[in-house]
């Protein structure tokens, strides 16, 4: 049989900074991918269909009697992981697999995904799988809690992606100097804790035509989302936000506005404020609205831009690794972390959405972005290239651990 290298934990390509991240990882690493998806009809419709297996997770809607019989065996048994297993059928048949890798992003912090990320990790070791959590950030008071620290040790390794995640995550696991990492690093059950720019920093961008209305180099890219509106303290601020920071651009400028989603599902679709946007200022002919792509067209388009103001963070991970000058509205640790890491500090460089109190704050951010935007760009441009190496470095490491677990399985 085959040995596989399994990505999982993969939520569909229409979050399309998912569909970046493994994009970006199926043109670094040698070993013949499969990868384990919550959404594979996404996967297939945009770019992952010709980069890697895509296999379908199983589910138990619409199987109503294998729901009832797992939950009757997990409690007679106590076996918590059969449910993923049952998800993961196809990835624990598909092979011997040498490593299998949680694409961590932002997962853990989200509650309603920590059961799913410890039992998945849970029973790819029982499975005798190493596993590895890669490309993540972590809030640093999660590490506070028993299980999480528990969950995180059974990794073999953890890349974390950028400066603050990964501090945090040393100073849990090893303490504060170099010699206790040291020490920690040949001890048992204390993963090996690396920190690499996220591999989405090294996506291709795919150019499209432009539509009419969008001027290249004189366009202002805007993203907005509804996961940062749910982030808000005062209730619709963010959206006002946007509107006074378009309107700002109208009356103030001779730039052209492109609204870009970057994530379209149903219950979480970028579209639905852009939508709302566009109507508001169609009028003024300055507004284009870009419709649904892959993540590499999407950067095609943002790419193009000559300021961009974006809420997801891989929208803005497009805009930085195409030298954009970027102001991000975020709300939490990646974006923070990210912006310290290029910068040097994220003052200014990330206005966190919970800051958010009167109309005018984002055309203040946006205002100090105007007068700063070729000090940052010069800034990209000399940052970029090495910060890609250096992302392309969680390729080497993948490839390198695939090659150690595939010689101890005598494969």
Known sequence: MENKLILYMHAGSGNHGCEAIVNSLCHMVKGPI???SYRAKEDEKYSLGELCQVMQERSFEGHKCAHVLYYIYRKLTGDKESFIRYRYRQ?????KIPLAISIGGDNYCYDSMLNDLRLANSAFHKAGVQTM???CSIEPELLGRQEIMK?????????ARESITYNALKQAFYGTGEEDAQKAQVSSGIPYILCY??????LKAKELPLPEGFVEGNTVGINISPMVQDNEEKGGITIECYRELIRYIIEKTDMQIALIPHVIWMNNDDRKPIRQLYDDFK?????????????EELKGYIGRCSLFVGARTHATIAAYSSCVPT?????????????????????????PVQSLRQREDLVKGFRWLLERKDEMRDRLLRVMPEYQKEALL???????????FSGQQGI
């Open 34 to 36: 499969s990868l384990v």
């Open 91 to 95: 990835a624990f048949e598909c092979g």
């Open 133 to 135: 959590l890669l490309g």
């Open 151 to 159: 969950d995180l040790s059974a990794y073999h390794t953890i890349i």
């Open 197 to 202: 720019p996220d591999p989405a920093f090294t």
């Open 283 to 295: 009028a003024s002919g300055r507004v284009v609205e870009i419709g649904d792509g892959s993540c």
């Open 327 to 351: 102001l991000v509205v975020g709300y939490s640790v990646k974006a923070r972390g990210i912006a310290r890491d290029l910068f040097g500090t994220d003052d200014h460089y990330v206005i």
């Open 394 to 404: 969680t390729g080497k490491e993948v490839d390198r651990l695939w090659e150690e």
